[in-house]
């Protein structure tokens, strides 16, 4: 009797393993690749200007597939402030929209969760730790913080140890899977480039790699690990190369291998939906596949006169053709003549077209061209530029070199530039802010008062030199000295007179090769008053190896970010590192 309740029961189980077609491995009590398929879904950011109702969507119908397991990948929340009442609330909103998930929930922390050390003590309250790893059905998932560092820059010692000590244990793992906010990938190993993470990924046999950020969707395949970046689950973002908006990303995993398919609303696309080499291309093509033959000229008074503007259209794509027709987005006050017309450009070939421009209203917005360009075979993508427009201001010859105190009190300083605008065009909504320029025959000269109400609202606390300040209060520049070359110097100051700085080249291709490696050395000094800042600052003109001399013009961008408003007033619009983008500095 015993020996038949025995027989019934392994027939039971037997029968149960058939009918889900799973194996069960009795010596390690886990479920096998060979026979268990898994799926579960990623979820992109939410935040970064998210657009509200999106996330509460796709969280909807994620619980519809009824996935084993969900996964984000980061940017959860907005924050970004010193209000932990605030970001305690946001976590709650976050976790509300969370709730209709019956199956478990594994957080990946992005700059938006994580941005300081009293924001990663909110994040561990309510999340718990940012990088950890877990088991599931026999395959090992691992979670990595990237949250506060940037390209180029390796993760902390206490971190890799601990990902190298992970993937050691767990690299007989059937599959094993890596899960990391910002896609450094992109910038590296796509590039051809060395990446530690990769090398580590690929000793350790990691099988794929998620990541997100840029807010849209690419994917490609090295050393046999598949990476795939999602794009954005509710953040803002402009539509990918095929319209690919919001989406999460479904993955299945079984003996076959691992399946992985964007989901927008409205379908399932495929996994190489957009490659990263697609969107290397279509990086070269907004680059240099419109180009303006010279910006148009802005008075002081930001008055533009009727010209004609000639534009150069270049398809560089090799094997396929560019056959569209172009249009202006033309705002009130401006008039382009003619508004459209029908092109087609040969492989390889280019082609020149002149427009009559007029403009009897507000400089911004200024008209933009659209044109759809071959990118793969079938595909096209809208790259929109517009119109360059080319303000002007003064750096002014000095005989004596002024005191760097940071009071902006002497002589030399004078005829600021105050008229500055917002990113959308419109006039600048921060406080007032004056910036003043001059040079002398070994160095150029800055300075900028900047008006600030609510002084205890600044933010200012990055003291090493390329510290992460684009969070706090800050003034920016652009400066190309040698107008004959597409070289760029970017320079921050916050108010406590720390510097970031990077040294751009545009290659022919418009690539960009950004060296965080150049530094400049500077004197610099700030002074705070009840409802101001200032800074004053010597450059070496020897750092941009260039002479001055009366006459001469730099390629010139400039702006101040202003954390109370999370916003910035531009001199020149759009901030660009394209130089075609720049206003001209004057040597006076």
Request: hydrophobic residues 35%; glycine residues 6%.
């Amino acid at each position: 009797m015993k020996k038949y309740v025995l027989f019934l029961m392994f027939s039971l189980v037997l029968l149960l393993i058939i009918a889900t077609g799973c194996a069960y491995h009795l010596a390690t009590g886990t479920y096998q690749k060979e026979e268990c398929p898994i799926h579960f879904a990623v979820i992109g950011d939410r935040t970064g200007g998210h657009t509200p109702g999106i996330y509460g969507k796709i969280t909807e119908e994620i619980e519809r597939l009824k996935p084993d397991f969900v996964i984000t990948i980061g940017d959860m929340i907005e924050g970004y402030t010193d209000d932990t009442t605030v970001v305690n609330s946001q976590w709650k909103e976050y976790k509300s929209l969370i709730a209709p998930f019956t199956m478990p929930v594994y957080f990946t922390p992005g700059n938006h969760d994580i941005w300081d050390e009293a924001s990663l003590k909110l994040y561990q309250n309510h999340i718990g730790n940012p990088y950890y790893s877990f088991d599931f059905k026999g395959l090992h998932f691992v979670i990595l913080d990237n949250s506060r560092w940037r390209p180029g820059i390796e993760l902390p010692e206490e971190q890799i140890n601990w990902l190298i000590s992970d993937l050691g244990k767990n690299k007989k793992a059937p599959y094993t899977f890596v899960f990391i906010h910002k896609p450094f990938w992109f910038e590296t190993i796509a590039d051809n480039k060395t990446d530690t993470l990769h090398s580590l990924f690929s000793n350790y046999g990691v099988d794929a790699v998620f990541t997100g950020h840029y807010h849209t969707y690419f994917s490609d395949k090295f050393d046999n690990i598949l990476y795939t970046s999602i794009g954005s689950s509710g953040g803002s973002c402009e539509p990918g190369p095929t319209g690919l908006e919001y989406h999460f990303v479904w993955v299945a995993a079984n003996k076959r291998g691992i399946s992985i398919a964007p989901i927008k609303i409205g379908g399932v696309l495929p996994w190489k939906e957009v490659t990263a080499t697609d969107l290397k291309f279509i990086d070269r093509i907004y680059l240099s596949g419109i180009e303006f033959e010279k910006p148009l000229p802005v008075s002081e008074d930001i008055t533009v006169e009727s010209t004609e503007v000639a534009v150069k259209l270049k398809n560089l794509n090799l094997d396929f053709l560019l056959e569209d027709t172009i249009s202006w987005k033309v705002p009130e006050g401006w008039s382009v003549e003619p508004e459209s017309l029908p092109i087609r450009i040969m492989a390889g070939d280019s082609s020149t077209i002149r427009f009559s421009i007029k403009n009897k209203g507000n400089l911004y917005p200024v008209p933009v061209l659209s044109v759809h360009f071959p990118y793969s075979e079938s595909k096209t993508c809208e790259i929109k530029k517009p119109l360059p427009a080319a303000r002007k201001t003064y750096c002014y010859q000095v005989s004596t070199q002024p005191v760097i105190d940071g009071k902006i009190s002497e002589p030399i300083w004078h005829n600021p530039v105050s008229l500055l605008f917002s990113p959308d065009g419109s006039q600048g909504t921060i406080d007032s802010v004056y910036f003043y320029f001059s040079y002398d025959e070994v160095n150029i000269y800055i300075a900028a008062y900047c008006k600030e109400l609510k002084m205890d609202s600044m933010v200012a606390t990055v003291t090493d030199h390329d510290g992460t300040m684009y969070n706090e209060d800050y003034v920016g520049y652009l400066f190309q000295p040698d107008i004959e070359k597409n070289v760029v110097y970017q320079i921050y100051f916050n108010p406590l007179g720390t510097a970031f700085d990077q040294k751009i080249t545009m290659n022919p291709e418009g690539e960009l090769d950004i060296d965080r490696s150049w530094n400049g050395t500077y004197e610099v000094n700030t002074t705070k008053g009840n409802d101001f800042w200032s800074i004053e600052a010597r450059i070496p003109l020897k750092h941009f190896e260039v002479e001055v001399k009366p006459g001469q013009r730099w390629g010139l961008n400039f702006w101040r970010k202003q954390r109370r408003f999370n916003s910035t007033a531009d001199w020149q619009i759009p901030i660009s590192y394209d130089p075609s983008t720049f206003g001209d500095l004057i040597m006076e």
